[in-house]
Structures are given as structure tokens and as C-alpha cells.
């Protein structure tokens, strides 16, 4: 089992940034690949950014490649999005997950594991 606390979200204006945190307990941390997902308003859940088990593997959106980094530290068992440029059209809840595999993946049905999201508003 591993749970999901997400973090770090929030009212930002158009261009600004933020980074968002997701806190995961579970022993198979550092062996789960992670992504992050967002759900705006009347739209489905979309991949953002995804992150292997060691780190050493990304992908990205690409509405928010070249403006978003995804990272971990397994010692903290922690993994981030910090995103910079912000769009009004990036708004939405913003949900951590893991998934069993180590490899990374960008479809939802993929993990196994969510947190219960956080908000991030960007205003124009």
C-alpha cells in the first residue's frame, strides 16, 4: 500500500510559479515509478509529468514541457512538480500517483495509487 498527501498548490498569477509536493508512505516507494495528473473543471484527468523509480527517466505533457520539472528523492520518499510560466489554462486539481511498475507511464489506468489532489489556480 502507499498513500498519497499532495501539496504546495494555490492562487498564483499568470506567469508566476509554483512547486508541488507529494508525500508518500509505503516501504515500496523507491520502487514505484510517480506522475502527476490534473483534472480541470468539465474535463477529464490528463497527464502532466511522470518520473522512474531512480529519477533517471521523465516525460512530460506537452502543454507543460519546457515550463514543468518532475523530481523525486526517494530519501524523503517525496516527489515534486515545480512549474514555472503559469497559464490561466493550467488551472486545475493537480493529483499525485504511483504505480507497482518502475518504468514510467502516462496513462491513468496505469497507478495504482492517488492522492486526493490540490488546487492550483492560475489568474490572468
Known amino acids: 500500500q502507499v498513500q498519497l498527501v499532495e501539496s504546495g498548490g494555490g492562487l498564483v498569477q499568470a506567469g508566476g510559479s509554483l512547486r508541488l509536493s507529494c508525500a508518500a508512505s509505503g516501504s515500496t516507494f523507491s520502487r514505484n515509478a510517480m506522475g502527476w495528473f490534473r483534472q480541470a473543471p468539465g474535463k477529464e484527468r490528463e497527464f502532466v509529468a511522470a518520473?522512474?523509480?531512480?529519477?533517471?527517466?521523465?516525460r512530460y505533457a506537452d502543454s507543460v514541457k519546457g515550463r514543468s520539472t518532475i523530481s523525486r528523492d526517494n530519501a524523503r520518499n517525496t516527489v515534486y512538480l515545480q512549474m514555472s510560466s503559469l497559464k490561466p489554462e493550467d488551472t486545475a486539481v493537480y493529483y499525485c500517483?504511483?504505480?507497482?511498475?518502475?518504468?514510467?507511464?502516462?496513462?491513468?489506468?496505469?497507478?495504482?495509487?492517488w492522492g486526493q489532489g490540490t488546487q492550483v489556480t492560475v489568474s490572468s
Open positions: 518520473i522512474s523509480w531512480s529519477g533517471g527517466t521523465t
Open positions: 500517483a504511483a504505480t507497482s511498475r518502475m518504468v514510467i507511464a502516462i496513462m491513468s489506468g496505469n497507478y495504482d495509487y
